[in-house]
């Protein structure tokens, strides 16, 4: 990364790709569900950390559990509905039976065949440790790891403002599963990247405004990309970026897809009247004066909560899922998750455009001549130029460059180099959290 440039390998090496399940998706915070997914008691929902299957499990007393989904027997998968409520999993090999606590409570044969000496109380599910920020539910193998409030650092001084905006939390809706002929970092490294949007997309933007609906016109020249007062910046391996917006100036925030001018009464008069509300817990800066855009949360959140799960080098498993503030008017929620799915859904316009760059680059990995020549990530090198200390993290001015490409990149290093959180350096927090939104509500 010094020199801007990138070994392919690393989209394709089957060997490096086995090192990062390890140190990358065994060490890091990892986005596995949503606690309006499991509102109830004894509700359940099978997620994964990288390639782990794990049950993330609301106890009867309301507390969640992310569990690897792993009879501690001979290994047999424990849950095999993709949702559901229960108090108990039975394992449909010997019928080993585990509690949404994780507890080994059942096990047949236990004084006839077993003579009373199973290890029954270390033999429960095996559990990760899990943290909540806004209603998403993160989980961590991880004992060392530091806490997620930590990892997440000032990114949260943006986040806040697309997650953590209402007193009432949001709904998630999906998911929607797809697999593509991809790497994992490949999908990651492009939502934070606005620098294609005016060509991968024009198409679509172009065909949006068409159709009456919001369209990404905004960005759809290089004109207007690179004269935007827009910024992007980098924490802790996330990459954000946002939109900045004047004194006066109408927020635009990112749960906007799916407004058209037909509905966009709706929409407006829905905004204005939770705008109190944002203010008292954003505080009036965060809530009127930029929205977070494109965005990844390291290692494998892409725009919001969605998910690239690994599949080996050369496949990933996308989740797309859509939040929508609870107390949404129907209009609202329907528009919304039709607008997201349109946008970014299997069958979304954006989504087909990117995937399709995306299979190209990972096959140059794959080409013999191709593999040995790096990809180049130079541009806006050493060039950290934020002026406006209300903004923290490693921000540029401007809505164009690579640095948060390069500083992804980066992360991953300083995970694949560590093996333990030891030697991963975490910035401190710095933000100026003004309002009352924290991490739980
Ligand atoms: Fe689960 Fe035997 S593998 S009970
Ligand atoms: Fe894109």
């Not at 290089?222 to 917006?245: D, E, P, Q």
Request: proline share 5%; aromatic share 12%; with cysteine.
């Amino acid at each position: 990364m010094e020199k801007g440039t990138l070994d392919r390998r690393i989209f394709t090496d089957a060997d490096i790709y086995q090192e990062e399940l390890e140190k990358v998706f065994g060490l890091a915070w990892l986005m596995v569900s949503h606690e309006s997914l499991i509102p109830n008691p004894n509700d359940f929902f099978l997620s994964y950390m990288g390639e782990d299957p794990v049950i993330v499990t609301r106890d009867s007393k309301g507390e969640v559990h992310v569990f690897l989904n792993m009879c501690r027997h001979r290994g047999n998968r424990v849950v095999r509905a993709d949702d559901g409520n229960a108090k108990n999993f039975m394992c449909t090999y010997h019928g080993w039976t585990f509690s949404n606590e994780g507890k080994l409570v059942s096990v047949p044969g236990l004084q006839e065949a077993y003579y009373g000496e199973l290890d029954v109380e270390n033999l429960g599910l095996v559990e990760a440790r899990v943290d909540i920020y806004a209603g998403i539910i993160f989980a961590c193998w991880a004992d060392d790891a530091p806490t997620l409030e930590a990892y997440l650092g000032d990114a949260r001084y943006y986040l806040d403002t697309s997650f953590n905006r209402r007193d009432g939390g949001q709904q998630a809706y999906g998911p929607q599963k797809w697999t593509e002929p991809v790497n994992w970092k490949t999908p990651v490294d492009n939502c934070s990247d606005n620098y294609h949007l005016p060509v991968t997309h024009l198409a679509t933007s172009l065909a949006m405004g068409q159709f009456g609906r919001r369209s990404q016109t905004a960005f759809s020249t290089h004109k207007a990309l690179f004269g935007s007062t827009s910024k992007h910046l980098h924490v802790n391996g996330h990459g954000l970026t946002l939109r900045i917006y004047e004194e006066g100036q109408q927020v635009q925030p990112r749960f906007g897809n799916g407004r058209t001018p037909k509905n966009n009464h709706v929409f407006q008069q829905f905004y204005e009247s939770i705008q109190p509300e944002l203010e008292r817990r954003l505080g009036k800066f965060r809530a009127n004066r930029f929205s977070l855009a494109n965005h990844t949360l390291f290692p494998n959140g892409v725009l919001g909560f969605r998910l690239a799960l690994p599949r080996g080098p050369l496949k990933t498993e996308f989740w797309h899922f859509v939040l929508v503030d609870k107390d949404a008017p129907d209009e609202v929620r329907r528009a919304t998750i039709v607008g997201y799915g349109n946008n970014n859904g299997i069958t979304g316009l954006m989504e087909q455009d990117d995937q399709d760059n995306w299979i190209q680059m990972t096959q140059s990995g794959l080409s013999p001549k191709g593999r040995k020549i790096p990809s180049n990530l130079s541009m806006g090198k050493g060039r950290w130029t934020n002026t406006d200390p209300r903004f923290p993290g490693i921000v540029s001015d401007g809505y164009i460059s690579e640095n948060n490409q390069r500083n992804f990149y980066s992360r991953w290093q300083e995970f694949m180099n560590a093996g333990s959180w030891k030697d991963i350096p975490v910035a401190p927090i710095t933000a100026n959290f003004e309002g009352t939104a924290s991490m739980r509500s």
